[in-house]
Every structure is written in C-alpha cells, then in structure tokens.
C-alpha cells in the first residue's frame, strides 16, 4: 500500500446540523434519517431503539448512530434507484439528542437472513463526543432463536458476551419494538467489531 | 492448463498504527465513553457490503458553498477559504462519486448548534454545513470561511485549534471514516489532546497546506489542500 490511512477524530458534539439537521430542527436538507422503511416497502415493518449508556450508566445525549441491513428478503440495496423502487433504504442514521429519555430511533422493516450461518442481523455504527473512532456493533433478534443458534459471528463470541448483541421484542401500541441499549462500558458492555 | 484463480477486491483492515485508541486519557470524554474490551475480529467478507446508497440529485447546487448555502441579507463575515483536495484509497486510487460532508465553527469560534453556549456571536449569514460529492479523480472542493478557535471544557484554558469535521463513506460500510482537518503552523495543535489521540507520525496527515493556487481566481480566497486517505482494498485469491 502506498499511503496510509488518515486517522479518525472525534465526531464532537456539533454534529447535528452537519450531519442530522431535520431531526436536530434546523433549515438544511438531511441526507440520512430515521426512516429506512416507507409503508409501501414488504415485510414486517418495526421500530428499533434504545439508549446508549457511558462507563457511569448515565445515558449519552450526543451519540449518533448509523445502521445498515438487509431487506425483509435478505437483500442489500445495491443503488438510489432500487431504494426507491422498493421504498426501503437500508441505511438510517439518528442522534440521541432530540428526546427527554435521550434515545434514538428507526423506523424499518425486520431484515431477513442474507446467507446460510447469518441470522437476521443490523449492522451498527457508534460514534459521540468522546470517541476518537466510531465503533461497530450488530443487532439481533431474541424472537429468532433457531438462527441466532446457527449464526456464526454469534458462536465465535463467548456466551456471556452474546446477550448484550440480542434486541428485545416489545409489543407497544406503534407495532412490534425491538429494544437494543448500547453500552460502551462496565461488566456488560456490548461487544463491539474489529470490521 | 493452469487453472485461473478467481480474484476478489478485499478490503483493507482499518490501521490502528494510524488511527487514536479508543480511550485515551487526555482526551477526558474518552475515559468513559471508549469501548475498554478487546475488538472482536469479523471474518472479513463482511467488510465488502456497500452502502449507503445516494447520487448527485441528494446533492443541493449550493450545497458546497458555504459562504452562500445559509446567506439571509448579505455574505459571511471572516477569512474566505477554498478547502479542496482528493478522496483515495491506500494504494492510490482516487474514491469517486464518494459522500464528503463537512461541519465548522463560525469566523469567531461558534457553533450554530443549540448547546454551544461560548460566548461569541452567531453569523446569521452561516450554518457552517456543506456537501460534496467526489468527481471521477476524487477531488471534491468548498468554498467556506475560514473557523475561529473556542474554549471547550477539557481542562483549564483548553481551546480547540481551527477545524473543520469531515465525514466520510468511502466504497465500503467499513470504509466508514469521520475527521478532523487541521491548518498549518496553528500553535494550539500543541496542546490539543483530540490531534494528539492519533499517534504522532498519522496525525500529521490531518493538517491541511496552505496552496496559494489553490483558490483558482488570484486574490479571491485563500487555500487550502486536504488529501483523504481511505481503507484500500486488495487483490486476493477467492477462498474455494
């Protein structure tokens, strides 16, 4: 390799007008937001939040988190045109400084499985005032328990660790709500990637 | 017959020896908010997804000039900067068509963002927020004004040199990068823990040069080359 890699910095906490304007309320264009699924888009339309907590367990209010996954039938959008075709964009982004209890939000549809040994899974982007490089994650589902089984990045973890990568499935009057918190530190602190 | 081996684009690991650690004590924030548990590797056919999807019509037409996107009666006030320069990757390669959005303080250190409290006025003339996306070379190019330093809470007397936030994707999901660009000869650099995260010989690749051509018109702006290296990928036999 000729060059290296430009080192990461902080995302600080002044991204919102930047990088998440309509959610933060100001007058400039978003690119990413919360809604990865228009109505129109097939498969079982869901809510994914949750908090993301600091080595103190007090929740982050300046976090932002970006996620990507698959369609209901296991697919990656492979351009502009087909997310709109399908009214799904595979890719949201959402600060968690916009509500009282400090969390974050998308509104999309449940992914399906995109290949023997992957359970249904979201790829998942950390970053805040206080990294210096984001962080990767993944969410699961508890609801699917025979694919988490076979999956293989769940089985390469030690057991322990692997509940703190499984959202909950709550029935709120909105529709079906996975909860997934993120904790960057403390004795269970969430298993974070190498990608 | 030699059998031909198939070959797939692999994407490069990300290069700890250039980016901070994710707890680094001078830096405060970090001591609570860096993951403290060893990475757990990810077989690496899972770095090669692609996304997000986006195009040139989510691009506004003055979405790279940041004197004008934001104007109400009049132009900015401060420096007026040119910040121009190419997206690669490790081996080179210009990133074209690849997302760079950007975020600043104002001329007199302040963030348009509602919790920035340093007392320095707001400029209803700018947000300090731009986009571009990459030509077929790479290059992307703002039109902006140049930040003020602030204090911030770090420790007594801490000010942030100049910067400007950039964020990027790249080709890749894992190609994921957000920075900071930083000006030439800035004395605060010295005493800035979030420059002093990365390890000293990466961390000079965050600091811009002064290239007088770089504005194109003489004596309309000053400028200032930012060259972005990305994760590259590499040729390697598919596995049977």
């Not at chain 2, 004008?68 to 900015?76: L, R, S």
């Not at chain 2, 068509?97 to 001329?107: D, F, K, R, S």
Request: charged letters at 20%; a neutral charge; glycine letters at 10%.
């Amino acid at each position: 390799m000729a060059l290296r890699q430009t080192p990461s910095q902080t995302v600080g906490p002044y991204f919102a007008y930047g990088l998440t304007p309509e959610q933060y309320g100001y007058d400039y264009k978003s690119l990413f937001g919360p809604v990865l699924a228009e109505p129109q888009a097939p498969g079982e339309h869901i809510r994914l939040t949750g908090r993301v907590f600091d080595g103190d367990g007090v929740p982050v209010n300046d976090a932002m988190i970006e996620i990507l996954q698959a369609d209901s039938r296991g697919r990656y959008v492979e351009s502009r045109a087909e997310a709109q075709a399908a009214g799904f964009r595979g890719f949201g982004r959402c600060g968690t400084g916009t509500h009282a209890s400090l969390h974050y939000w998308f509104d999309t549809v449940k992914p399906g499985s995109a290949g023997a040994g992957e359970a249904p899974h979201i790829d998942v982007i950390v970053m805040m005032r206080g990294t210096l490089s984001h962080a990767f994650t993944r969410v699961y589902f508890e609801d699917e328990t025979e694919a988490n089984a076979r999956d293989s990045v769940l089985a390469a973890l030690p057991a322990e660790r692997r509940a703190t990568l499984v959202a909950r499935r709550e029935a709120q009057p909105c529709g079906a709500t996975y909860r997934f918190d993120i904790r960057m530190q403390g004795p269970k602190e969430t298993v974070f990637f190498d990608l | 017959m030699a059998a031909v081996t198939p070959l797939t684009p692999q994407l490069a690991p990300r290069d700890w020896a250039s980016h901070p650690p994710y707890v680094y004590p001078g830096y405060k924030s970090t001591v609570k908010r860096g993951p403290t548990r060893p990475l757990v590797p990810l077989a690496r056919s899972l770095a090669e997804r692609r996304a997000p999807v986006y195009g040139h019509e989510d691009i506004g037409p003055l979405d790279h000039d940041l004197t004008k996107n934001a104007a109400k009666n009049g132009e900015p006030l401060g420096e007026r900067i040119v910040v121009t320069g190419r997206v690669l990757d490790e081996s080179g390669r210009p990133v074209a068509n690849t997302l760079v959005e950007i975020w600043q303080a104002n001329a007199a250190g302040r963030y348009v963002h509602k919790v920035d409290q340093h007392h320095a006025p707001l400029d209803p003339n700018f947000l300090g927020a731009g986009r571009y996306l990459t030509d077929a070379q790479g290059r992307y190019r703002f039109l902006t004004i140049k930040p003020g330093a602030y204090p911030w809470g770090n420790h007594p007397n801490a000010w942030r040199p100049n910067h400007i936030h950039f964020s990027l994707f790249g080709g890749y999901f894992a190609s994921r990068l957000v920075t900071q660009m930083y000006f030439p000869g800035d004395p605060l650099l010295a005493y800035d823990p979030i420059y002093h995260g990365a390890p000293a010989g990466a961390r000079e690749r965050l600091v811009s040069r002064l290239n007088l051509e770089a504005a194109g018109e003489p004596g309309f702006a000053l400028g200032f080359e930012f060259d972005i290296v990305l994760r590259g990928t590499r040729e390697t036999p598919m596995e049977a």
